[in-house]
């Protein structure tokens, strides 16, 4: 059973940047997909970006150009690069790991706790 635990939330003023991390344990091999979403106060979890395990990934017209996924498969490691930051990227960050890369969330069988971000204005 993979467990991801994520880090590197904070709070930025706009237009300054962040980087998150989720790692990966509990399991023998990386999961062939893992995304990032987020959930802002009074909104509904939405996705972010995904990236399957040879690094294809897939961008929310929200944030492509500012945002970029990547995975480490030998460390474990997803990230997360988030520049250009907006008041609107406010919310709680959360990896999620599944066998096919969707924007839905059902296809994620697995969820880290969520690591918060907010930007000021």
């Known amino acids: 059973q993979v467990q991801l635990v994520e880090s590197g939330g904070g709070s930025v003023q706009a237009g300054g940047s962040l980087r998150l991390s989720c790692v990966a344990s509990?399991?023998?091999?990386?999961?062939?997909?893992l995304g990032w979403f987020r959930q802002a106060p009074g909104k509904e979890r939405e996705g972010v970006a995904t990236?399957?395990?040879?690094?294809?990934?897939t961008y929310a017209d929200s944030v492509k150009g500012r945002f970029t996924i990547s995975r480490d498969n030998a460390k474990n490691t997803l990230y997360l690069q988030m520049n250009s930051l907006k008041p609107e990227d406010t919310a709680m960050y959360y990896c999620?790991?599944?066998?096919?890369?969707?924007?839905?969330?059902?296809?994620?069988?697995?969820w880290g706790q969520g690591t918060q971000v907010t930007v000021s204005s």
């Open positions: 990236i399957t395990r040879r690094g294809s990934a």
């Open positions: 509990g399991a023998m091999h990386m999961p062939y997909c």
């Open positions: 999620a790991a599944g066998p096919v890369c969707s924007d839905q969330l059902a296809d994620y069988a697995t």
